[in-house]
């Protein structure tokens, strides 16, 4: 009885866990919209760019929020395992019975596998917890015009730069190490439509690739030259792209982006069963 006590209360852990990671994704959802919404009131000319940082502001920590609730799931999740995997913990008589060496071979293997797993869930899921606190804290400590900035280079930079970034100690530091990687000085060569287009925050017909670069990051895949012609595909939406980038509940949609001579043709939103939803550009209508 007490077995299936601990079962059930492992399983009914497990099922809040998963409402709490589903309402924290519907909050998530609710403030990638209302950043989209900002963007569109910006290009719009009926905002500044401070409401489209605020609401950024607030789609972070959000995001946040959802990776610790997933990771406190998936650590709640190994639960159920946990209390059917039986008790390897002898009495030392059981122990010292003239059959018992190789159940206690056997025994410490199990122990030490079984143990070993447990410190290594517990392990990333702290990991993956403290992360996100400690890369939240940090954007949440930038200056308005710093946050502006890192909205800018932060698809163009790879992880381990975004972080160098951000460890950085004063905005000048900051700046001087976006000069250091040669970010600055590509975002100064680009045309002044390409500018405008990466500061509105969604694709445009007619930018270069480079500056979707800028936009939305290095593709997943890619197909043909996009000198010439070519497909860039983006995981998640076109949607949510434009508003805070890739998602990982949006591993069901993907982004294929038209490219001709260098130059954005189009995109359209493709669903994993084929489907197709919003497009836009020629090429995407």
């Known amino acids: ?20 990671e589903a309402e924290q994704a519907r909050a998530v959802t609710a403030s990638a919209d209302a950043v989209q919404i900002a963007h569109k009131r910006y290009r719009g000319g009926l905002a500044s760019y401070d409401e489209v940082l605020e609401a950024q502001q607030l789609l972070w920590p959000a995001e946040n929020q959802l990776a610790q609730s997933r990771a406190q799931r998936l650590s709640t999740s190994v639960q159920p395992f946990t209390v059917l995997r039986g008790d390897w913990t002898r009495t030392e008589a059981e122990w010292s019975g003239p059959q018992a060496q190789s159940q206690e071979q056997e025994g410490d293997a199990m122990q030490w596998r079984q143990w070993f797993v447990r410190r290594i869930g517990v392990l990333l899921s702290m990991v993956v917890v403290l992360a996100g606190c400690t890369y939240d804290a940090a954007i949440q400590r930038l200056s308005p015009a710093e946050q502006a900035e ?4 932060r698809h163009i930079m790879t992880a381990s730069q975004v972080h160098t970034y951000v460890a950085q100690p004063t905005a000048a530091a900051r700046t001087a190490y976006l000069q250091q990687l040669g970010l600055v000085q590509r975002f100064q060569a680009l045309a002044p439509f390409d500018q405008e287009a990466i500061w509105s925050g969604g694709p445009r017909v007619g930018m270069s690739a480079d500056a979707l670069l800028f936009l939305w990051g290095e593709p997943y895949s890619t197909a043909g030259d996009a000198r010439r012609y070519a497909h860039w595909y983006y995981l998640g939406s076109s949607f949510t792209r434009s508003s805070a980038g890739y998602h990982p509940w949006d591993v069901g949609t993907r982004v294929d982006v038209y490219l001709v001579g260098g130059k954005v043709e189009g995109w359209v939103d493709v669903s994993s069963g084929g489907g197709v939803g919003t497009g836009g550009g020629s090429s995407g209508n």
């Open 1 to 20: 009885m007490t077995a299936f006590h601990e079962v059930a209360s492992a399983l009914t852990a497990l099922e809040k866990r998963a409402q709490a």
């Open 150 to 153: 890192f909205v800018r280079y």
